[in-house]
């Protein structure tokens, strides 16, 4: 309990907690940089602090509001996610199935007991008005003596334009007992008029000891699987997760097979290794295997740049350095703009063979390019 719960981010906590001491929050908060760092947890380890009745920055965890925030349901905390769109809607949970309301709560409770979990609910498209326009109502939700409002939305790049509009009006005029926090991994994608009306405070990539360290103090991963992992999840904890306990996931010999299938133009195989991914349904998985493709590619510029110390896939040394060696003037940057588009894609709920047949075609003009 507290902000050891926080991984790292030593400058974020103290700056936090400066703002804090000195009572000077802003009304809406900005947490950028990459996806699972932890801009998450430390929005609502912030909330803890906000409304524990102890009133101290390491919230107690024994008070009924520290009780209540564990489940993140106090009526001080709200979680804005992407749900799935209904006609007609008047809140962001009207017209929800049973299904989906059991789906949504599930997830609540999965984030409660990791707040480094990523909400996810089946065709869910994006952040709705509907959900933008309950952060209104939650105002009334002030405590008498202590304690503030605190509104975390989740991956803000997925708002809709009208939600984002709508965000946008209660930003320009805030309520005072409401601390609003947008997290994204991508700041460009929102609009200016939004993004200047926030606080940005920047998270940085873990490092690979605090990683391993994480996978095997609280998932219980293995020194030597927590030590693979760590090193090629590129800073990002939700992804070392994944690979170190995913029972179903891709194997990371496959990221050689799979850029040889595209590179020698043998599309039979190439649709057979596709097919074989989308089959598992597994869309963490595959996510999971597409960020071990980006990992790759930066893996050979940083061979391509003579920064051989960065390069983190260390045990495929022999491959990178031939694959490198054979494409000098490969676009490495575009195949890791064309990665995480896919994965963007996928966080979508877009086809899964549609969206690895495009990927397959941008990485191999990138080769293309190399190679006229």
Known sequence: MGWSTVIGQTRVKRLLRGLWQAGRLPHAFLFFGPAGVGKEA??????????CSRGEWDACGECPDCRQMATLRHPRLKLVFPLP????EKTAIDRLSESELEQ????????????????????????????????RRESAFKASTHGRTVVVICEADRM???????????????????????TTAKRDALLPTITSR???????????????????????????????AARVAGGNLREAVSLATGGS???????????????????????????SYAATEDRRAVMAFLTGIAGWFRDVL???????????????????????????????????????????????????TTVLIVLSHRIRRCMDEDTA
Do not use: W
């Open 249 to 275: 996931m891709i194997p990371r010999s496959e990221i050689v097979e799979f850029l040889r299938a595209i590179f020698r133009m043998e599309p039979i195989g190439l649709m057979k290794r596709i097919e």
């Open 42 to 51: 430390a929005a609502i380890e912030l909330a803890r602090t906000l409304n």
């Open 85 to 88: 769109a209904k006609e007609n």
């Open 160 to 182: 809709n334009p009208h939600a984002a509009n709508a965000l946008l009006k209660t930003l320009e005029e805030p309520d005072g007992g409401m601390l609003l926090i947008l």
């Open 104 to 135: 949504m709560n599930e997830q609540i409770d999965a984030k409660a007991a990791d707040p480094y979990h990523r909400i996810e609910i089946p065709k869910a498209q994006g952040i709705k008005i509907s959900s933008i326009r309950d952060i």
């Open 302 to 352: 940083a061979l391509h740049e003579g920064t051989r110390e960065q390069v983190r896939n260390t045990d495929l040394m022999e491959p990178l350095e031939k694959f490198a060696e054979h494409f000098p003037r490969l676009r490495c940057s575009d195949a890791i703009d064309a990665v995480e588009e896919a994965i963007d894609h996928i966080t979508r709920n877009a086809h899964l």
């Open 198 to 228: 926030c606080q940005h405070v920047r998270f940085d990539p873990l490092s690979e000891d605090q990683i391993a360290k994480a996978l095997v103090r609280r998932y219980g991963t293995t020194p030597e699987a927590a030590a693979t």
